[in-house]
Nanobody, 124 residues
Framework: QVQLVESGGGLVQAGGSLRLSCAAS????????MGWFRQAPDKEREFVAT????????YYADSVKGRFTISRDNAKNAVYLQMKSLKPEDTAIYHC?????????????????WGQGTQVTVSA
């Protein structure tokens, strides 16, 4: 079992940067692909980025490609999301999640464990 706690959210102006962190507990963390998802008010949860278990391969939603970077440190049981050139449309609650597979995936149903989320608000 994996427990996840996100941090690093906040209020930032458009064009600014934030770095989200996700602390994981559980011995299986290093075997799980990890992902970041977000949910804006009145919208469905959407995929943002994913990274495979060894951190060598990543995949991004088109809306964040070139602006966001996902990374992980298995020694620290942590995954990160560096966000740059933020836009008002990036405003959402950001969740990290652990997949049941070691290979990266954008499919929500393939993630077994979810954090409570951290709020990111980007002002115009």
């Amino acid at each position: 079992q994996v427990q996840l706690v996100e941090s690093g959210g906040g209020l930032v102006q458009a064009g600014g940067s934030l770095r989200l962190s996700c602390a994981a507990s559980g011995r299986t963390f290093s075997r799980c692909a990890m992902g970041w998802f977000r949910q804006a008010p009145d919208k469905e949860r959407e995929f943002v980025a994913t990274i495979n278990s060894n951190g060598r391969t990543t995949y991004y939603a088109d809306s964040v490609k070139g602006r966001f970077t996902i990374s992980r440190d298995n020694a620290k049981n942590a995954v990160y999301l560096q966000m740059k050139s933020l836009k008002p449309e990036d405003t959402a609650i950001y969740h990290c999640a652990a997949a049941r597979t070691s290979w990266m995936t954008a499919v929500t149903a393939e993630y077994d464990y979810w954090g409570q989320g951290t709020q990111v608000t980007v002002s115009a």
